[in-house]
């Protein structure tokens, strides 16, 4: 039985389609929740909607480019987006500890730029190349 014009999901694939997803959900609670938060935080409001905006569009383009991308190229940005996230979160609380209040904003400030450079890099970055079976299904459509 042949699968015609389905695409093959691996449990990377919907890792990757789960970590955008998170973000679109993140992007949302920011973008609604941007006043409460941001006295939480300790940040202003437009500072939480535009994280939020940039959470969407960098979450968004990841759930789009994922079956186009190598999972290798997926896997390295999202470990790098991560590993820059744990790092942002260590520098705001050690700055909180300090008696700091920017420690949100240096947290927040790296919501707004990380996933517009991880959505460019993963546009930017070359096309999955197709196995000799998913160039012969693309090509009978």
């Not at 896997?75 to 744990?86: E, F, H, K, R």
Request: hydrophobic share 55%; charged share 15%; proline share 2%.
């Amino acid at each position: 039985m042949a699968q015609v014009g389905a695409l093959r999901v691996t449990r990377q694939t919907m890792g990757a389609i789960a970590d955008g997803a998170f973000k679109v959900l993140l992007g949302v609670a920011f973008v609604a929740g941007a006043a409460p938060l941001g006295r939480l935080l300790g940040t202003a409001a437009w500072l939480m909607v535009a994280s939020g905006m940039a959470l969407l569009i960098g979450g968004g383009i990841e759930i789009r480019y994922t079956h186009s991308r190598s999972m290798r190229t997926c896997t390295q940005l999202m470990i790098a987006y991560d590993s820059g996230w744990v790092l942002a979160a260590l520098a705001g609380l050690l700055m909180a500890r300090e008696g700091s209040n920017a420690g949100g904003e240096v947290w927040m400030g790296y919501q707004t730029a990380a996933p517009l450079v991880f959505a460019v890099l993963l546009v930017a970055a070359a096309p999955a190349r197709m196995t000799s079976d998913a160039r012969a299904e693309h090509t009978a459509r």
